[in-house]
């Protein structure tokens, strides 16, 4: 196990990655804790809850992105008046991304914050949505619209918790980790030369490492998003978002690497990126991925990126596109010729 420490000028935090880590429960021995966790989760844990975090009132939400509204917000503010927390209460998010999310806004709300430890039980949470402090609910369609940036004091990344993953599940967090090799040519090497394991545990564990690292160095930077790095973690977002919302049928995940793809022809189509690295790029994510199919009225979908949070001025789509190993670009092209380009790559498509 190693410790990741994460320098946030809000407050600072540490993230135990490898195996053992989950024995940094330790830490919050006597302490008044919440634990939040989803339908799925709790089947699989309730056990393991109870032991490890003895004493803690339990809340368990229904699983899935579609539960992370307002409605479920507010049943988990509800359930820590009941606990009656006070301020000095640890909420615990033990599960996936959806989890983090709201959990981490539920906890920068109630009495106007608590203390949160992250307890990331997928492969897309422990490479990235644990780490930095992103809170949200989506909102009228709307994907992370309503949140804060709120720091877990400590992460907790265990690939024990991987164990029991759904194979589809390790692929959403899979295009998480393709998605910091895009920024960051190290991990970029590795997943090139690393594609026959990347489903074994040991491989995985080593990536885990290096994406948490990366990426607690770019919020170390830009914690709030302001001056622009952290932008770049919201590679392949911009259309991944899009669709995620218009279709649903598919988890974050998948998106981002279908995303990924299609912005990688339009960096390409715009002169940014050349062919030979983006085609390889692409060769990565369909490793993961398969072929990207194709959307029916992809031009309705693509509208949903007007409200993307990277977009400065109205009628313009802001996304981070790749350049080359290790670099990226911020494109930003006027709404109908976005939409033009995602219906003109879709159509190559069958
Ligand atoms: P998720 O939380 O819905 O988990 C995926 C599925 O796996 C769920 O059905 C869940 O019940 C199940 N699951 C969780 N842990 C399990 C385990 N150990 N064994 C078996 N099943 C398990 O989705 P996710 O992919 O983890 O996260 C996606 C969410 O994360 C999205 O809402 C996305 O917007 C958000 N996100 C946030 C950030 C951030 O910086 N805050 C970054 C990336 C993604
Ligand atoms: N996943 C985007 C971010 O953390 O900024």
Known sequence: MQTIQVHTKSRPGAVFCGQGAAEQAELLRDKTLFVLTDSNVYRLYKEYIAEKFAGAAVCVVPAGERHKNRTTLFKILDAMLDAKLNRNAWLVAFGGGVIGDM?????????????????????????????????????????????????????????????????????CGLGEIIKTGALDAQIYEKLCNGQRQFFDFSFLEEITADCVRFKAHVVEEDECERNGLRKCLNMGHTTGHALELFYGRRSHGEYVLIGMDFESYIAEEEGICPHGYAKELRALISAVAGKIPHFDGIGEAAKAALYDKKNEKRGEISMIVPEAKGKFAELKLPAQKYIDLLEQINGGRV
């Open 103 to 171: 959990g981490g806004l539920a906890a920068s709300l109630y009495m106007r914050g608590v203390h949160v430890v992250q307890v990331p039980t997928t492969l897309l949470a422990q490479v990235d949505s644990s780490v930095g402090g992103k809170t949200a609910i989506d909102y009228r369609g709307v994907k992370n619209v309503i949140g804060a940036f709120y720091q877990p004091e400590y992460v907790i990344c265990d690939p024990v918790f991987l164990r029991t993953l759904p194979k589809r599940e390790l692929k």
